[in-house]
Each structure stands twice: as structure tokens, then as C-alpha cells.
């Protein structure tokens, strides 16, 4: 797909769709650095990348956070080189009534969903530059666009993340570097597992679901995996629902 021997960094590799993008990435040749908050998973993770053919490293780092950041450039430029592709996937959420957050679980998911992608771009764009070629994806959500009763802050900060996308992509279209977000909808994780199991819960989400099911991971993989290919070198400054069908309802 033109991208063997590219570098990708991925954040929140460790589960769920950072490991999906993970292991569709390792068969075509990437070089991936990875991190996440478990490191025992991560390390698993990178395993099962090596078996596929990639070679893979491990990063502890707090995205939030401004120097671990700083540190993790560092540590990268120095593993790898610089990175051509960066997948920004971490991202937590608390559910909870508006006033009922306090501002720290409010600034929390703000700097894990937002900022930090704000500063992982900040770090490792300037590498990318006079090179040919960059991706950027960004993990949004369909609650981007649409929203459920106690979501106020994850939704702001993914409906933040998407007009951090389109004004990114603008930067650099004529590095030909493209930033392009995703937005999933029901997937399969194991974050959703809790409702997977609860028959009520699950059916709330399916109901809402033109194609009554769940997403499978692997789908997400693989259009992560044909983002950064150079086929898809005019997709840029836009968000992929990839959702069932629930946003066209």
C-alpha cells in the first residue's frame, strides 16, 4: 500500500481500536511506536505485532502531559527516526450530569480527548515537514455529531476534535500531509463490553443502529490502514462516520 518502512506512532495502543490499528498496520510493513497507559498490555500488543512482521516498541508516556510529550519526541526521533503517520486514539470519558463534574474531571477528559492530540501534533508535525509525505488521523466520535444526557464533556471534546481536524488539514495541504478524523459508533471493545452484556443497554444501542450490530474493530484497522496509504492521498480536512448508519437517521 506505499507505506513499508513508514513510522507510525499510535496512542492508546494497548485495547480496542488503537490495537485494532495496531495489528492492521504491522503486516504492511510500519514501524510502530506505541504507547499507552497499561504497559503489560502494550507490551502484548507490540508482541503480536512482531509476529505479524513489524517492528514495534513500547512508549510510556502521559499525552497530557506537556514534557512527557517533549520526551517522547526525543525518544522516538531517537528509536526511529521521524514519524511519518500519527494516530491520535487515546481518550477517556465520565458519565456524569453537567453539574455534577467537577472541573477536574472536566479538565481531565478535555486534555486526554483534546489537548493532548494538540500537543502529540505540535511535537511531531515539525518532522514531518519538507518530507512528501504525513498522515495524521484523529480518533473523534459519532458524539461529535450527535449526543447522549450525560456526555457534555466528551462531546465537546470530540466535537473540538473535528474542527481541530479542518483547520490542521488547511496548514498542511501543501506539504501533502493530510488530517483526516474518524468517527466510530457502536464498536466492540472492550470499553462497551458492560453494555454488550446487558440486555436492555444492548438493545438501546441497536435500536439506534440501522445495521443491528456491532462494529468490529478490524474495521476501523482497516481503514486506518487505507488513510495512510497513497491512495488516499487527496482525503483530507474531513471526518469518516463510521457508524452503522446511526448518523444518517
Aim: hydrophobic share 45%; net charge neutral; aromatic share 6%.
Amino acid at each position: 500500500m506505499g507505506i513499508s518502512g513508514r513510522v507510525a506512532l499510535i496512542t492508546g495502543a494497548s485495547r480496542g481500536l488503537g490495537k485494532a490499528m495496531t495489528l492492521a498496520m504491522a503486516p504492511a510493513g510500519v514501524k510502530l511506536a506505541l504507547t499507552g497507559r497499561d504497559m503489560e498490555a502494550l507490551s502484548d500488543v507490540a508482541g503480536q505485532a512482531r509476529q505479524l512482521g513489524a517492528e514495534a516498541e513500547v512508549f510510556r508516556c502521559d499525552i497530557a502531559n506537556e514534557a512527557q510529550v517533549r520526551q517522547l519526541e526525543k525518544d522516538v526521533l531517537a528509536k526511529f527516526g521521524p514519524a511519518d503517520i500519527l494516530i491520535n486514539n487515546a481518550g477517556i470519558n465520565i458519565r456524569k450530569l453537567c453539574v455534577d463534574y467537577t472541573l477536574d474531571e472536566w479538565n481531565s477528559i478535555i486534555q486526554t480527548n483534546l489537548t493532548s492530540v494538540f500537543l502529540m501534533c505540535r511535537s511531531f508535525i515539525p518532522h514531518m515537514l519538507g518530507r512528501g509525505y504525513g498522515r495524521i488521523i484523529n480518533i473523534a466520535s459519532i458524539m461529535g455529531h450527535i449526543s447522549f444526557p450525560q456526555r457534555t464533556p466528551y462531546s465537546a471534546s470530540k466535537a473540538g476534535l473535528i474542527g481541530f481536524t479542518k483547520s490542521l488539514a488547511l496548514e498542511l495541504a501543501q506539504e501533502n500531509i493530510t488530517v483526516v478524523a474518524i468517527s466510530p459508533g457502536p464498536f466492540a471493545t472492550e470499553m462497551t463490553v458492560p453494555i454488550m452484556n446487558d440486555p436492555e443497554k444492548n438493545e438501546q444501542f441497536m435500536s439506534r443502529t440501522p445495521q443491528r450490530r456491532w462494529g468490529d474493530p478490524r474495521d476501523i484497522g482497516k481503514l486506518a490502514l487505507y488513510l495512510c496509504s497513497d491512495d488516499a492521498s487527496f482525503i483530507t480536512g474531513t471526518d469518516i462516520l463510521i457508524d452503522g448508519g446511526w448518523c444518517a437517521q
